[in-house]
């Protein structure tokens, strides 16, 4: 499918059959895929070799399904799903979630609710000694020096204000802002901290500022709402159509369909450098060498004047979602391979290096 504009849903195509569904996965009928394989029209010959990579990914790893679609100047040149997914089918996003709270960060701030530079003991006043001198810009650029781990994240009962406390308790692994340590708790902790300041839950404060001007349907955080301490950092599930839909925000300066979501400043702040002189710590596979990371997403190429021009933020389960502003180009990968070791070194990124060769672009 070609030619249809990158901000517009993704229409669903002809129904053909049911298909199950997956593990974790909302079974009402509206959050179902309804794009079968005999429904599709046949891809583009550029793109065969993507296509193909994707198809032989999927089987191999013996998963439901897999999907990639790409945009270019806004468009959408490309999408080709296998097996049971489709443009609406929901998968769990792992690490990808990160990019999506990073976006509430930066409106929370466009909002004039919190300060990415300020103390975040305004908020948390446990945050004393050691630690007064954390900021939100530390806590979503894993900078904060706090652990990473801590037995009141995997507490079903305990609020993120819990989390929150238990780890002001803790001793710092580094001073704040001297070495990039990459988790999901600080996260947590920046969380409670926009509850705080928000006066609502995280999952209301993203549906006000994020989901719902975006009109994102089937992006959630966790599985229940009952569950009171989502986790902001890989705990968020979305599909093909809502991720591009944000992806497109943001190669907008923030504007989706004549709805502000972000400002132009505030995307800009979302996808730049923000670990400053850090030393890198424990960093993980995907990242190449000169990376950094922004807020909630890695930064593998910057420009002169310090702008993100290539962001990602890939998931242990195999979905990456990116944005090049160098080659006005955007897209997402997205599978759900819970047992990633199976996956051989660079295999999910040689799909979308094959995308890039239909493009006529240097490979990512």
Same mark, same amino acid.
């Given at each position: 499918?070609?030619?249809?504009?990158?901000?517009?849903?993704?229409?669903?195509?002809?129904?053909?059959?049911?298909?199950?569904?997956?593990?974790?996965?909302?079974?009402?009928?509206?959050?179902?895929?309804?794009?079968?394989?005999?429904?599709?029209?046949?891809?583009?010959?550029?793109?065969?070799?993507?296509?193909?990579?994707?198809?032989?990914?999927?089987?191999?790893?013996?998963?439901?399904?897999?999907?990639?679609?790409?945009?270019?100047?806004?468009?959408?040149?490309?999408?080709?799903?296998?097996?049971?997914?489709? $443009?609406?089918?929901?998968?769990?996003?792992?690490?990808?979630?990160?990019?999506?709270?990073?976006?509430?960060?930066?409106?929370?701030?466009?909002?004039? @609710?919190?300060?990415?530079?300020?103390?975040?003991?305004?908020?948390?006043? &446990?945050?004393?000694?050691?630690?007064?001198?954390?900021?939100?810009?530390?806590?979503?650029?894993?900078?904060?020096? #706090?652990?990473?781990?801590?037995?009141?994240?995997?507490?079903?009962?305990?609020?993120?204000?819990?989390?929150?406390?238990?780890?002001?308790?803790?001793?710092?692994?580094?001073?704040?802002?001297?070495?990039?340590?990459?988790?999901?708790?600080?996260?947590?902790?920046?969380?409670?901290?926009?509850?705080?300041?928000?006066?609502?839950?995280?999952?209301?404060?993203?549906?006000?500022?994020?989901?719902?001007?975006?009109?994102?349907?089937?992006?959630?955080?966790?599985?229940?709402?009952?569950?009171?301490?989502?986790?902001?950092?890989?705990?968020?599930?979305?599909?093909?159509?809502?991720?591009?839909?944000?992806?497109?925000?943001?190669?907008?300066?923030?504007?989706?369909?004549?709805?502000?979501?972000?400002?132009?400043?505030?995307?800009? &702040?979302?996808?730049? $450098?923000?670990?400053?002189?850090?030393?890198?710590?424990?960093?993980?596979?995907?990242?190449?060498?000169?990376?950094?990371?922004?807020?909630?997403?890695?930064?593998?190429?910057?420009?002169?004047?310090?702008?993100? #021009?290539?962001?990602?933020?890939?998931?242990?389960?195999?979905?990456?979602?990116?944005?090049?502003?160098?080659?006005?180009?955007?897209?997402? #990968? #997205?599978?759900?391979? @819970?047992?990633?070791?199976?996956?051989?070194?660079?295999?999910? $990124?040689?799909?979308?290096?094959?995308?890039? &060769?239909?493009?006529?672009?240097?490979?990512?």
């Amino acid at each position: 499918m070609t030619g249809v504009s990158c901000t517009a849903l993704l229409s669903p195509l002809l129904l053909v059959a049911a298909p199950l569904p997956l593990a974790g996965q909302d079974t009402s009928p509206a959050s179902r895929s309804t794009v079968a394989t005999a429904s599709r029209p046949a891809s583009p010959p550029g793109f065969s070799a993507a296509d193909r990579a994707l198809a032989e990914l999927v089987a191999r790893l013996r998963v439901p399904g897999g999907a990639i679609a790409v945009c270019q100047g806004g468009v959408l040149v490309h999408e080709h799903y296998v097996g049971r997914y489709g $443009p609406d089918t929901r998968v769990p996003l792992a690490s990808a979630s990160k990019w999506l709270s990073g976006a509430l960060v930066v409106a929370m701030v466009d909002a004039g @609710r919190i300060e990415l530079g300020a103390p975040i003991a305004k908020h948390l006043p &446990e945050y004393a000694g050691a630690k007064a001198s954390i900021t939100v810009r530390h806590l979503f650029s894993h900078t904060s020096g #706090l652990p990473l781990a801590s037995a009141a994240q995997d507490d079903p009962r305990a609020s993120l204000r819990d989390v929150a406390r238990a780890v002001a308790a803790a001793p710092l692994v580094s001073p704040p802002g001297t070495e990039f340590r990459y988790g999901g708790l600080s996260m947590q902790v920046g969380a409670a901290v926009l509850e705080v300041a928000g006066g609502k839950p995280w999952r209301e404060l993203f549906g006000e500022r994020v989901a719902e001007p975006l009109g994102l349907k089937d992006t959630r955080y966790g599985r229940a709402a009952a569950v009171l301490e989502p986790r902001v950092a890989g705990g968020a599930s979305s599909s093909v159509r809502d991720y591009l839909r944000f992806l497109g925000m943001l190669r907008n300066g923030g504007l989706l369909d004549g709805v502000r979501v972000l400002s132009p400043e505030a995307v800009e &702040e979302l996808l730049r $450098p923000q670990t400053g002189a850090a030393a890198m710590r424990g960093v993980v596979g995907l990242r190449r060498a000169g990376s950094r990371y922004a807020l909630g997403n890695w930064v593998t190429h910057t420009g002169q004047d310090g702008r993100g #021009l290539w962001n990602t933020s890939p998931g242990a389960f195999g979905c990456i979602p990116w944005l090049d502003r160098r080659n006005d180009v955007y897209g997402i #990968l #997205l599978i759900e391979d @819970r047992r990633g070791a199976r996956r051989r070194a660079g295999e999910v $990124p040689d799909v979308i290096g094959a995308v890039y &060769e239909a493009l006529g672009l240097r490979r990512p």
